[in-house]
């Protein structure tokens, strides 16, 4: 068993203040005010693992040239069967930070460009490969603002206002 102490520890119900935090493995044993006989890792901030719950990570990687960007697909304004997960890059340098700043998941989504991006995928920011990172696709992509109106030199029936991003869709679902 090993510990860390929590001058702060947010556990999801409330904040607690110099407790140790005790495990096995993957396993929490215990949370205490007492130090236990055990090796002490770490002093610091503990929290639970952070979501992004709206990332184009692995997507458009940090620092790569935007024409390699796989977040929108300019084919088409409505891209239904699209998977973010099938265009995400492992190797993006952004994981490696997000682990660092606790922000262990992410739900991938296709960029706003398109009307009907493709479907999102939770994603475990830690994994090495994408079948490793996969957790399920998770909710579709809309935009019905702005983005989908300003990609009128893309492909496909594009939209130039909020009357034809409405048509379009309505051309679509009914």
Same mark, same amino acid.
């Given at each position: 068993?090993?510990?860390?102490?929590?001058?702060?520890?947010?556990?999801?119900?409330?904040?607690?203040?110099?407790?140790?935090? !005790?495990?096995?493995?993957?396993?929490?044993?215990? #949370? !205490?005010? *007492?130090?236990? +006989?055990?090796?002490?890792?770490?002093?610091?901030?503990?929290?639970?693992?952070?979501?992004?719950?709206?990332?184009?990570?692995?997507? +458009?990687?940090?620092?790569?040239?935007?024409?390699?960007?796989?977040? *929108?697909?300019?084919?088409?304004?409505?891209?239904?069967?699209?998977?973010?997960?099938?265009?995400?890059?492992? +190797?993006?340098?952004?994981?490696?930070? !997000? #682990?660092?700043?606790?922000?262990?998941?992410?739900? #991938?989504?296709?960029? !706003?460009?398109?009307?009907?991006?493709?479907?999102?995928?939770?994603?475990?920011?830690?994994?090495?490969?994408?079948?490793?990172?996969?957790?399920? +696709?998770?909710?579709?992509?809309?935009?019905?603002?702005? *983005?989908? =109106?300003?990609?009128?030199?893309?492909?496909?029936? =594009?939209?130039?206002?909020?009357?034809?991003?409405?048509?379009?869709? =309505?051309?679509?679902?009914?």
């Amino acid at each position: 068993m090993k510990a860390v102490k929590a001058n702060l520890l947010y556990d999801g119900k409330g904040v607690q203040k110099n407790v140790y935090v !005790s495990f096995d493995g993957d396993s929490i044993m215990e #949370v !205490s005010r *007492n130090k236990p +006989d055990c090796e002490i890792l770490e002093e610091g901030i503990v929290t639970p693992a952070f979501i992004d719950p709206h990332s184009h990570i692995g997507l +458009d990687r940090a620092g790569e040239p935007g024409l390699e960007s796989e977040a *929108n697909d300019k084919l088409d304004s409505m891209i239904p069967l699209a998977r973010a997960i099938d265009g995400v890059y492992m +190797d993006d340098h952004a994981f490696t930070e !997000s #682990v660092e700043n606790n922000v262990l998941y992410s739900v #991938v989504l296709p960029g !706003s460009g398109n009307i009907l991006g493709g479907m999102g995928s939770l994603i475990r920011n830690f994994s090495k490969n994408t079948k490793d990172a996969f957790v399920k +696709d998770i909710g579709v992509k809309m935009a019905l603002g702005y *983005n989908p =109106r300003s990609t009128t030199e893309w492909k496909g029936t =594009r939209p130039t206002t909020r009357m034809g991003v409405a048509a379009i869709i =309505r051309e679509n679902f009914t």
